[in-house]
Antibody, heavy 118, light 113 residues
Framework: QVQLQESGPGLVKPSQTLSLTCTVSGGSISSSDYYWTWIRQPPGKGLEWIGYIYYTGSDYYNPSLKSRLIISIDTSKNQFSLRLSSVTAADTAVYYC??????????WGQGTLVTVSS | DIVMTQSPDSLAVSLGERAIINCKSSQSILNNSNNKNYLAWYQQKPGQPPKLLIYWTSTRESGVPDRFTGSGSGTDFTLSISSLQAEDVASYYCQQYYTHPLTFGGGTKVEIK
């Protein structure tokens, strides 16, 4: 059974870059059946889709974040990553990685809280 | 962007009673070429990630109890829990996957009365 696990700093200073990695275990990130997705949830609020990437490197980003966002994939490590630049307090959230099957999110990581604060 | 609006924001239901959650999209999410509505439902319990319950409006994910039923078409959708159990206390989110960016409803919190 595939599992996903987010990792990265829990605290980022304003104007800096938030970087997270999702490690996939129990399955190959190179499967042609799935896209690999980032979603976030500000404390006490709803869900926001950030973007996803395919094993070929093809990606799609939420236009609201596109100018600050890079999602990358490393098939040799079975990992994919998120980089969000110029962060502000509004980027404080639990960040989830997830597997997308036909754009439905069928497997999620446990999430990691990232706080933007000086 | 397609805006997904859920109602109510919260509801309290007695154990064994029915809970109904509504979700409305700002435009149709029905693909006329395959007659499928691109609508999913997720359940999120406190401190946990969301869990996929239903996709294609009404198809239950493997292992989801049949007391969860999705319905609707076009712009109006419903998630029904036929006989509320204690373990169903959670927030529920609808999501459209008809077009990018994928968008979620604001969530509905279900509690026991």
């Amino acid at each position: 059974q595939v599992q996903l696990q987010e990792s990265g700093p829990g605290l980022v200073k304003p104007s800096q870059t938030l970087s997270l990695t999702c490690t996939v275990s129990g399955g190959s990130i190179s499967s042609s059946d799935y896209y690999w997705t980032w979603i976030r949830q500000p404390p006490g609020k709803g869900l926001e889709w950030i973007g996803y990437i395919y094993y070929t490197g093809s990606d799609y980003y939420n236009p609201s974040l596109k100018s600050r966002l890079i999602i990358s994939i490393d098939t040799s490590k079975n990992q994919f990553s998120l980089r969000l630049s110029s962060v502000t307090a509004a980027d404080t959230a639990v960040y989830y990685c997830a597997r997308s099957r036909a754009r439905c999110l069928d497997t999620w990581g446990q999430g990691t809280l990232v706080t933007v604060s000086s | 962007d397609i805006v997904m609006t859920q109602s109510p924001d919260s509801l309290a239901v007695s154990l064994g009673e029915r809970a109904i959650i509504n979700c409305k999209s700002s435009q149709s999410i029905l693909n006329n070429s395959n007659n499928k509505n691109y609508l999913a439902w997720y359940q999120q319990k406190p401190g946990q990630p969301p869990k996929l319950l239903i996709y294609w409006t009404s198809t239950r994910e493997s292992g989801v109890p049949d007391r969860f039923t999705g319905s609707g078409s076009g712009t109006d959708f419903t998630l029904s829990i036929s006989s509320l159990q204690a373990e169903d206390v959670a927030s529920y989110y609808c999501q459209q996957y008809y077009t990018h960016p994928l968008t979620f409803g604001g969530g509905t919190k279900v509690e026991i009365k």
